[in-house]
């Protein structure tokens, strides 16, 4: 089966840190660009970080200098590294990978920051 599934989310303090992964089955994650997406309650989708196929890498400036996306080709996996995490980043994080005209959507995985 074709997919890619997200985990490693959870529930942490402020200024803690988190590395949910992206994982996919069915097929290489090498050559795909990989776009990490979060999504607050009641606000639209919108792109967080960015690995295109060639390992370019582009951030928001919300999470500049403490988020990394990292590519692990040995273990088919993307991961967000997430630290110093604040109560605005809470939200349900999805990756996406895509390559030409196929993209796959994972179902997500909530991070939830609060003291």
């Known amino acids: 089966q074709v997919q890619v599934v997200e985990s490693g989310g959870g529930l942490v303090q402020p200024g803690e840190s988190l590395r949910p992964s992206c994982e996919a089955s069915?097929?290489?994650?090498?050559?795909?660009?990989i776009i990490w997406h979060r999504q607050a309650p009641g606000m639209p989708r919108d792109w967080v970080a960015i690995i295109g196929g060639t390992n370019l890498k582009k951030y928001q400036e919300s999470v500049k200098g403490r988020f990394t996306i990292i590519r692990d080709n040995a273990k088919n996996a993307v991961y967000l590294q997430m630290n110093n995490l604040k109560p605005e980043d809470t939200a349900v994080y999805y990756c996406k990978a895509t390559r030409l005209s196929t993209s796959y959507w994972g179902q997500g995985t909530q991070v939830t920051v609060s003291s």
């Open positions: 069915g097929f290489s994650l090498n050559g795909y660009g």
